[in-house]
């Protein structure tokens, strides 16, 4: 086929999603990639993009519907491109998360020994991070507030969004008549919330200096609505627009302070059972040297310099102070207690080399992974190493090199921290073996037949009576 089909509907059986959570079709050659369709759908689609030797479409209609199918509970679903996956029971969300990270690291050849289950949480009023877009309509004299649509750049107007935290101030057709009343209007392009423990913040972005007006307004809105507010001028430093409060959030009984720049993992509840679940796992014995790299804020740094000597490395220098606060607070709380922040470019594969040595590692890199990392850890011959990702992709690469050396994957599961989308984060347990055991292992592996891993129900089954059209 070529791109002098598009816009033919074709009748599609859906066999299996993408990794983003799409449907996806065979015909003959071709392969067909249908948002918003599920495995074991019959659909009518429509041909919209070519692109790889893969068509790109719109689903037209649904002539067998899948029986994990839900009418998505928000009303902006259609055209808000926020949540793909809502059309997905939870469930079956989880369940395809993680039969996509098991499917990615088979792929790389990389065996895990146990697979734990899925760390999950409430699918709504979940998020306490996000950022909106803004856009003014000079015609219409009105405020446009909400999310990019799917595969577009127009904004899909929202009143309340169900994925964000409860709270008064979040309802965007209320700050849509409130922002055009400012001089600045059509100079504001973005909100970013922060719901810290024990206050809200809105951060608006502006394209210009505010005037004195559009000052008294915002500090007259946070009085009024009991938040704090900030300005981010494009030509200048974030500026506090009231009274601002110190800002923090509780992560296993500690206090770490934040700021509207920091990193704060979106999800507070799924957080809370990662950092607990990433100490048992590292079961650390008291007094050990531990490196935390991609340390942010101190997440699983504080909690684990309780009794340990931890090594925080992390390039922000904001997040380096932030962690030199948290160390002055944690000091003395045992014998062993100790942080220890370390400023460094973890893209740079020198960067580790003065550090001290350490018994134990845990990274939590961003998307790209920390493949310059891999040598500078397998040189420490740690115990066990613990990785978090946010992509399944990069995760693999990295777990291939780490287990090219004398190490094997443990455990391994998926934390559910964006539900109601494809997103997903994935906890690692590598361990250090002898090279004998090693050999050992594979053989015992070998003349079993593998791992069993736990069984994936019925997701990429054909549902009871569906059909090709």
Not at 78 to 88: I, K, N, T, V
Not at 134 to 156: C, M, P, Q, T, W
Not at 164 to 181: G, I, K, Y
Not at 432 to 444: E, F, I, L, P, T
Request: hydrophobic share 40%.
């Amino acid at each position: 086929m070529n791109n002098t089909l598009k816009n033919t509907q074709l009748s599609l059986q859906i066999s299996d999603l993408s990794f983003d959570g799409q449907g996806i079709a065979r015909l003959g050659r071709d392969v067909y990639f249908v948002a918003g369709a599920l495995p074991g759908e019959q659909v009518t689609a429509r041909l919209k993009e070519r692109r790889k030797k893969i068509w790109f479409c719109e689903l037209v209609s649904i002539e067998q519907p899948s029986e994990q199918r839900q009418s998505p509970p928000c009303p902006h679903y259609e055209r808000c491109g926020g949540c793909d996956l809502q059309h997905l029971q939870d469930a079956a969300q989880v369940e395809f998360k993680q039969a996509r990270v098991m499917r990615e690291l088979e792929r790389k050849g990389l065996t895990v020994e146990q697979w734990l289950p899925a760390v999950t949480a409430a699918a709504w009023h979940y998020r306490r991070r996000a950022r909106l877009g803004v856009r003014f309509s000079k015609d219409k004299e009105k405020v446009y507030i909400g999310f990019r649509e799917a595969n577009n750049v127009h904004l899909a107007e929202i009143d309340e969004c169900p994925v964000l935290v409860e709270h008064p101030a979040l309802n965007w057709q209320d700050w849509s008549q409130r922002l055009v009343s400012l001089e600045c209007r059509a100079r504001v392009t973005q909100i970013e919330m922060l719901q810290a423990e024990n206050r809200l913040v809105l951060v608006f972005r502006v394209l210009k200096q505010l005037s004195s007006a559009d000052r008294a307004l915002f500090r007259q809105w946070a009085n009024e609505l009991d938040i704090d507010i900030y300005c981010r001028p494009d030509d200048g430093e974030l500026l506090a627009l009231s009274e601002s409060q110190p800002l923090y959030h509780q992560v296993m009984g500690h206090q770490l302070n934040i700021h509207p720049d920091y990193f704060v993992q979106v999800n507070e509840s799924v957080n809370q059972q990662m950092v607990s679940q990433a100490l048992s796992w590292l079961d650390l014995p008291a007094g050990s040297k531990v490196w935390d790299l991609f340390a942010g804020h101190g997440n699983f740094s504080v909690p684990m310099a309780v009794e340990n000597q931890v090594h925080a490395v992390e390039v922000s220098e904001e997040m380096v102070a932030a962690l030199r606060s948290h160390a002055q607070s944690i000091a003395g709380q045992s014998a062993g207690a100790q942080l220890i922040a370390h400023k460094a470019d973890l893209s740079d594969s020198d960067s580790l080399k003065q550090l001290p040595d350490a018994d134990f590692v845990l990274l939590d890199p961003p998307r790209a992974g920390a493949a310059e990392t891999i040598e500078a850890i397998l040189a420490q011959a740690p115990k066990r190493i613990l990785y978090v990702s946010c992509d399944a992709a990069t995760l693999s690469r990295d777990l291939v090199a780490l287990t090219q050396g004398p190490y094997c994957i443990r455990k391994a599961g998926i934390l559910d921290m964006f539900p109601n989308t494809h997103h997903v984060e994935t906890m690692v347990l590598l361990e250090a073996v002898a090279s004998q055991d090693k050999k050992q292992d594979k053989k015992r592996l070998s003349q079993r037949g593998g791992l069993k891993k736990p069984p994936l129900k019925s997701l990429h089954r054909r549902n009871r009576g569906a059909s090709r059209g």
